[in-house]
């Protein structure tokens, strides 16, 4: 199958704007054939966005609507990962993530959302002050990927959550591929760093060991453009199990970097050589988390 990912710079707070965008890049790649095309973190609103936040905020159950028409019958349906703000029912707001599935002349489908859990409160980012957190890390099957996790820049930091997407299935099969979207700005700029740019050396890593560890493909979608003078990295990425890379968009550039893969065949492949699961031990694990919480504050 043919992925994109759309390395683009959203246009901060212009929500319609940033609509149109996402809509002609769509477009475009439904008619070269893609099968998923995904977009950074709060692709359709850009990130620091501060006391605006609810201005810009869509409900799940609204977005469907907003990419309607995209995919004339007779064609190949497409799927699309968007980053947006959402409000939930409760009436907060939340940094999420939605899995979408075009078909052909018919109305998109929401497939999944996920909010993310992990707000980062330090340096320049200050999230948790206009998110509320999401409560829950859940895997689930996408129409061209097969079983698939899907999370938010600093939820990749925190390894807990690729493991539970691992394991999250039938007999514990859990994911077979791996949903990265971010928005990570420049930090550490200089020469010493590997890719020049410290926070992206960082994701280079997170990305290899993922895909080595847990055995998955991984998509990994960043953005670029200028915020409040932050300059947002890019050098999105597609690896293959093992942690080979297939495809690396440029730094700071705008891109559609596209790679044409058959997931489910890389995923056989390399699981075929490794002698262990990720269940492995999983009663052992969860005993041990539930007993070190409980005695954590004693």
Request: with cysteine; aromatic share 8%; proline share 7%.
């Amino acid at each position: 199958m043919k992925v994109t990912l759309a390395q683009i710079a959203p246009r901060l707070g212009r929500l319609d704007d940033n609509l149109q965008r996402h809509r002609e890049i769509l477009g475009a790649q439904a008619a070269e054939g893609a099968a998923l095309v995904v977009f950074p973190e709060l692709s359709l609103t850009g990130y620091l966005l501060r006391d605006h936040v609810p201005h810009v905020a869509l409900s799940a159950a609204e977005l469907p609507g907003l990419l309607a028409d995209l995919v004339p019958a007779g064609a190949t349906g497409l799927d699309v990962v968007v980053g947006f703000v959402e409000l939930g029912a409760d009436c907060r707001c939340y940094n999420s993530a939605a899995y979408l599935h075009l078909p052909p002349g018919a109305p998109p489908r929401l497939v999944a959302c996920h909010r993310k859990v992990h707000l980062p409160t330090y340096g320049m980012f200050d999230e948790a002050r206009y998110f509320a957190p999401g409560r829950a890390l859940r895997a689930f099957d996408s129409p061209t990927l097969g079983r698939c996790g899907l999370l938010i820049c600093e939820d990749l930091w925190h390894p807990t959550s690729v493991f539970v997407l691992s394991v999250d299935g039938p007999q514990h099969a859990g994911i077979q591929t791996l949903l990265g979207v971010a928005n990570s700005p420049a930090r550490g700029v200089q020469d010493t760093s590997e890719f020049g740019v410290q926070n992206l050396t960082t994701w280079r890593r997170l990305n290899g060991l993922y895909a080595q560890l847990f055995g998955v493909v991984v998509f990994h979608c960043q953005r670029v453009g200028v915020e409040d003078s932050y300059i947002f990295t890019g050098g999105s990425e597609v690896l293959a199990p093992g942690g080979e890379p297939l495809a690396r968009a440029p730094l700071f550039d705008e891109d559609c970097l596209t790679v044409e893969l058959d997931p489910g065949d890389l995923v056989r492949w390399h699981r075929s050589l490794r002698p262990f699961s990720m269940a492995d031990g999983l009663e052992v694990v969860r005993r041990e988390l539930d007993r070190a919480a409980a005695e954590a504050w004693r």
